[in-house]
């Protein structure tokens, strides 16, 4: 910081005055180091988004669908399985089918991922290969 004195022997007040282009040198500096450092911090990893499709279900006999409810229980079409190990054997009786047939999942909008997240596990398990999940269309505005 600089002050400016007046040498005015008839003034005997002091004038002090700040100057402030040292300040304002710096916070422009600062300005142009940010602008040029922001792009570089906020580059990410190209990746190509998977973009929402909706396909419309092709019912056949041989698709197992298998739902989840809210409370976590799990139901082999219409039935209900009593335990996670129930689903893995009755899984891989209908693994070895050929052609394999496709489990669709319906887990409920309240359940919790772990639940559905089990069915996911005993497919893989039982050597299931094709696991699809079931949702509701997204609404026509």
């Not at 700040?18 to 040029?36: A, G, K, Y």
């Not at 396909?55 to 079409?77: R, Y």
């Not at 079931?134 to 505005?141: D, F, H, M, R, V």
């Amino acid at each position: 910081m600089a002050m400016n004195l007046s040498s005015d022997s008839d003034e005997d007040e002091l004038s002090a005055s700040i100057n402030t282009t040292p300040l304002v040198d710096v916070m422009l500096v600062l300005l142009i180091i940010f602008l040029i450092t922001i792009p570089v911090v906020t580059q990410t990893v190209p990746v190509k988004l998977p973009s929402e499709i909706n396909i419309a279900m092709q019912t056949k006999p041989e698709n197992i669908d298998i739902s989840v409810n809210k409370d976590g229980d799990v139901f082999w079409n219409l039935q209900l399985v009593p335990d996670n190990n129930a689903l893995v054997e009755r899984l891989k009786k209908v693994s070895v089918l050929d052609p394999q047939p496709e489990v669709h999942i319906r887990g409920d909008q309240d359940a919790r991922y772990e639940s559905v997240g089990r069915v996911v596990f005993a497919c893989q398990r039982a050597g299931i290969l094709k696991i699809g999940f079931i949702t509701e269309p997204p609404p026509k505005g």
